[in-house]
Nanobody
Framework: QVQLVESGGGLVQAGGSLRLSCSAS????????MGWYRQAPGKQRELVAS???????YYADSVKGRSTISRDNAKNTVYLQMNNLKPEDTGVYSC???????????????WGQGTQVTVSS
């Protein structure tokens, strides 16, 4: 099992910044991707950003240029720095870890409890 602990959400004014952190512990394989998903009220959950073990990143178009995802493999921790926040960034941000025992093998997903980000206009 894998446990994910998130921190860093909160209330911020438009144009402000937040840094989300997610630390993983437990039975973590060497091949894993960590990412952040967002669910806004009345909308489906969407992938905001992710980063692989090798450092390959993905950003949703809505946050590209305003956010940076990074990870500390030694600490099994992923960070999401969000700048120039907009009201549409509001939502519950959940950390995800998806891991495989070997390349091409089945993926096992784990989720954090979620942290609220509210951006006021």
């Amino acid at each position: 099992q894998v446990q994910l602990v998130e921190s860093g959400g909160g209330l911020v004014q438009a144009g402000g910044s937040l840094r989300l952190s997610c630390s993983a512990s437990g039975s973590i394989f060497s091949i894993y991707t960590m990412g952040w998903y967002r669910q806004a009220p009345g909308k489906q959950r969407e992938l905001v950003a992710s980063i692989t073990t090798g450092g390959i990143t993905y950003y949703a178009d809505s946050v590209k240029g305003r956010s940076t995802i990074s990870r500390d493999n030694a600490k099994n921790t992923v960070y999401l720095q969000m700048n120039n926040l907009k009201p549409e960034d509001t939502g519950v941000y959940s950390c995800n870890l998806g891991q495989r025992r070997y390349y091409g093998g089945p993926r096992y997903d784990y989720w954090g409890q979620g942290t609220q980000v509210t951006v006021s206009s």
